[in-house]
């Protein structure tokens, strides 16, 4: 079983810079993708940004692209998503999710933290 928390969500301005952290508990995850999705209110839940463990296979929805940045410290089991530039769309409720072989969809993800709000107003 792997436990996930996440944390660092708030009330930003539009413009403004959020870091979200996720740390990981639980059996041996080394080989598990660590996973970063939102949802909005009435909308789907869609993925943001993706990270392996060793730094590798990041990727970025397009609509964060450039803007969020993830990353992950092994030592602490703690994987974060640097948010700057934000904007009133990225409103919603981000999620870190765990999944081995995980790419962007959500049913490769086996794990998922409560998730946490952010809120960023106009």
């Known amino acids: 079983q792997v436990q996930l928390v996440e944390s660092g969500g708030g009330l930003v301005q539009a413009g403004g810079s959020l870091r979200l952290s996720c740390a990981a508990s639980g059996r041996t995850f080394s080989s598990y993708i660590m996973g970063w999705f939102r949802q909005a209110p009435g909308k789907a839940r869609e993925f943001v940004a993706r990270?392996?463990?060793?730094?590798?296979?990041?990727y970025y929805a397009n609509s964060v692209k450039g803007r969020f940045t993830i990353s992950g410290d092994n030592a602490k089991k703690t994987v974060y998503l640097q948010m700057n530039s934000l904007k009133s769309e990225d409103t919603a409720v981000y999620y870190c999710?765990?999944?081995?072989?995980?790419?962007?969809?959500?049913?490769?993800?086996?794990?998922w933290g409560q998730g946490t709000q952010v809120t960023v107003s106009s």
């Open positions: 990270i392996a463990w060793n730094g590798g296979n990041i």
């Open positions: 999710a765990a999944g081995r072989g995980a790419r962007i969809i959500l049913h490769e993800y086996d794990y």
